[in-house]
């Protein structure tokens, strides 16, 4: 029963950078993993990044490795992706979830999810 809003959302170009935040206020927050996946108009929502409640296991989609960092801040309850070199095909509404497990970082194990902040990257 967490609920979690994202933000940090908004039109950059194509090169720029953004930081999300998902805070969330249920105080099972740290015990569990986190996501953010994203979601383009037409097409299925996609994974883009986990890490587990001790930060120890991260898991990135191939095509943000190497400019999307994920990160939480457990005593804050709140998950933050990073995201630099921002690319047109970046643009989505990006949700975080709650995973199921504290460790499990696969697709499906993550639920409850947030309403979602608009990033738009043009070119």
Request: charged share 15%; proline share 2%.
């Amino acid at each position: 029963q967490v609920q979690l809003v994202e933000s940090g959302g908004g039109l950059v170009q194509a090169g720029g950078s953004l930081r999300l935040s998902c805070a969330a206020s249920g105080s099972t927050f740290s015990r569990y993993a986190m996501g953010w996946f994203r979601q383009a108009p037409g097409k299925e929502r996609e994974f883009v990044a986990a890490i587990a409640w001790r930060g120890g296991r991260t898991r990135y989609t191939d095509s943000v490795k190497g400019r999307f960092t994920i990160s939480r801040d457990n005593a804050k309850n709140t998950l933050y992706l990073q995201m630099n070199n921002l690319q047109p095909e970046d643009t989505a509404v990006y949700s975080c979830a709650v995973g199921s497990t504290p460790d499990g970082l696969g697709d499906s194990g993550f639920g409850s999810w947030g309403q979602g902040t608009q990033v738009t990257v043009s070119s």
